[in-house]
């Protein structure tokens, strides 16, 4: 079992910036991918950021060139500068397996950015 716990989620101002965190315990070296997802109101989750464990990343479309994934060893980190009204959302981590893709995920930080 991994256990994740995310933190630095707030409120934030149009262009402001935050940075997220995901500490993991338990068996988290099992895994090889870790990533970020986030769920705006009344909407599905959807992927933000991944980082593979050869240090491939992606970035969802609308992020790419404001957010940044990083990680190291049980932590994982997202800096979002630049952010918009439309990145509020619960964003949660998750650590997992690419070839069986399972995972774990953390329970969610809020993100609120307003114009």
């Known amino acids: 079992q991994v256990q994740l716990v995310e933190s630095g989620g707030g409120s934030v101002h149009d262009g402001g910036s935050l940075r997220l965190s995901c500490l993991a315990s338990?068996?988290?070296?099992?895994?090889?991918?870790r990533a970020w997802y986030r769920q705006p109101p009344k909407m599905e989750r959807e992927m933000v950021a991944i980082?593979?464990?050869?240090?491939d990343t992606e970035y969802r479309n609308s992020v790419r060139g404001r957010f940044t994934i990083s990680s190291e060893n049980a932590k994982v980190f997202l800096e979002m500068n630049s952010l918009k009204p439309e990145d509020t959302a619960v964003y949660y981590c998750?650590?997992?397996?690419?070839?069986?893709?399972?995972?774990?995920w953390g329970q969610g930080t809020q993100v609120t950015v307003s114009s």
């Open positions: 338990g068996n988290y070296a099992t895994t090889n991918l």
């Open positions: 980082i593979k464990s050869n240090g």
């Open positions: 998750y650590f997992g397996d690419e070839a069986t893709r399972r995972g774990y």
